[in-house]
């Protein structure tokens, strides 16, 4: 009976299932906020070889493992060897991680569909006109504060380069001419600008609507703020949308494919052709596409790169295993990787058009230099889009039919992250599949209510940033040690040939072996030593560290006591 295993209906259903779990909110709202944040044009040479280096080997790497062994993850590693269970729950743990946080990007996404559909973002002219600013001398050695931050600001976010006892505040326009920058606070950061009219632009924004209306952020990781009850609906709806969609398994993802992944890309074109001919757009995609080559000595830039192309291509959580061993027999497993690949960056490059289209139009309009217009972080997305859809005819439609798009994209992506953990289960355990997926939905569904507070998007950050740099790359690290020097680089490399059209070189075996462990040791050490740094619009401290860190840690002691209790034995 063993041998039954559901598989997926076509070739072309299986590319695009997977490719479905590769596109998703990683190529239009984390590879921006990304690129952005590690300054542009470097970064993307840094994530072009890591994907050719690293990404489309890994793709390789898992769908032949699970193609291979017919199993999700910790069934396949298990089969290697008994005492390696745990690492296949490793994986799936991070991949459970992240699913509580995407499905709150979801939540955004549901409410933003809303959101477009009232042009919400868009605040009537002059709501701003009154005292929502402050001004502020810097420079002084002497500081001092003269006047109190009008209120409507201070119930406004800030943890400020320049906050109240650094510098004199005052909210008197006059005060302007005598020190010379308006205050304004958004996305705790305070900012700066010229002119009362300059910062009266900003309030008002797309910006600022998101993060102090929409999500009501605060300042800190550990100051809660208040419940967001619209957001809970959106995240409800998300959810139900998620787990619907992979209620009959492999047949139903089958066809909801081909509208998950198909129409999202010709919208996403045409907010490409929109984004590049807007006024000032020039001057985004030339911090975007022009590269910095210093940077590149940096770590710290690498491992967001490789991260990001693990993030993107779903590699690194097990669910490419679990793909993989849904495959029928006869399969081609080197081609199906490099056009996955392929079509996946290529989808992150146009979002990463779109949007940095939209910053250069924002920047220009404001003043300011690409790199200064938004602080990045998750929000970017959130921001940068409502700008280019503002600027659209039929705004609302577009606006709807964009969050519509990002959430199509995304509940593949969310419900392959789901999958791979209900496989895991469901092989464990033989529990029915119904059963394993609402038990994994409804634990994450429940994990990610705190996400709905101010402190939100915080949170989201540290289990972004820890999961993404440290847990998925620990999770390659471990997969290239046991494939590469465990059981054989060379052996796996013959059984992808022996199910590919085209055979591949001695250069996977190097890179499963050589440049992808040593790359991952070399950039988790150094990140580690260089940590002083704070990270993070926030700047991170030691509590937020040692809650990552902890997450990291707990999850493969978990995995250990998963892979230490008895499933049920395979009917013979
Ligand atoms: N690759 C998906 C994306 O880019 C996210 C994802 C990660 C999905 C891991 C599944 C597993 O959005």
Redesign the pocket.
Known sequence: MAAIRETWNSRTAFVLAAIG???????IW?FPYITYENGGGAFLVAYFICLFLAGIPLLMLEFSIGHKFHQAAPGSFKKISPRLEWFGWFAAGV?FI?VTY?AIIMAWSVNYTYEAATLGWVQEEGEYADVQYAIAQTDLEDMEVLIEVPDSLLGRSFVSPVSADQGIISDDPEDSEMYGTILVAFDGHLYGFNSVDEATTFMGSPADFFFNDFLGVTSSPWDIGKFKWPLFIGFTLAWIWIVASVWKGTKTVSKVVYFTVLIPWGLLLLFVIRGLTLSGAGSGIEFYLTPIWSKLMSAKIWLAAVSQVF????VG?A?MIAYGSFLPKKTNIAANAMIIGIADALTAFFGGLAVFSALGHHASSLGVPVSQVVSSGPGLAFVAYPHIITTLPAARIFGVLFFLMLLTL?VD?AF??LE?VTASVKDKWRTSHRKANLIVGISAFLLGIPMLTGMGIHILDIADHFMNSFGLTLVVLGEVLIIGWGTGAEEQRQYINKNSSFNIGLWWNICIRWIIPMGILWMIFTEIQERAVPYGSFGLRSQEFLFGWLLIILLPIIGDILASVSGKKEPE
């Open positions: 779990s590769a596109i998703g909110l990683g190529n984390r991949g992240i995407y993030f993107s291509l779903s959580f669910i995304a992506s392959s992250l791979a």
